[in-house]
């Protein structure tokens, strides 16, 4: 069996779920950026709610993260994303 990217560990099959999750993340991060190159005063907590739901998606979708090393990938940069903006 191949890898299964829309697969929870906690869920079970939830392709809408893994697909909702990315896009959101994906988005909030790319209005972030568009914010902090317009000098935007709130593009710091969106990315903390951006960082928040890829963390929440890394954690609920593990199975694209293997072997376990690649895990630390996007939660070292989600967690480098939320100290810089505190």
Do not use: C, D, Y
């Not at 191949?2 to 790319?30: C, D, I, K, M, N």
Request: hydrophobic share 65%; no cysteine.
């Amino acid at each position: 069996m191949g890898r299964q990217p829309h697969r929870s560990w906690l869920l079970g099959e939830q392709p809408a779920v893994a697909v909702g999750l990315t896009v959101a993340a994906a988005s909030l991060f790319a209005l972030a950026g568009i914010g902090l190159i317009f000098g935007a005063g709130w593009w710091g907590p969106v990315t903390v709610v951006a960082a928040g739901v890829s963390l929440v998606l890394t954690a609920l979708f593990l199975e694209p993260f293997k072997p376990a090393a690649w895990l630390m990938a996007p939660v070292a940069i989600n967690l480098g994303l939320l100290a810089g903006v505190m």
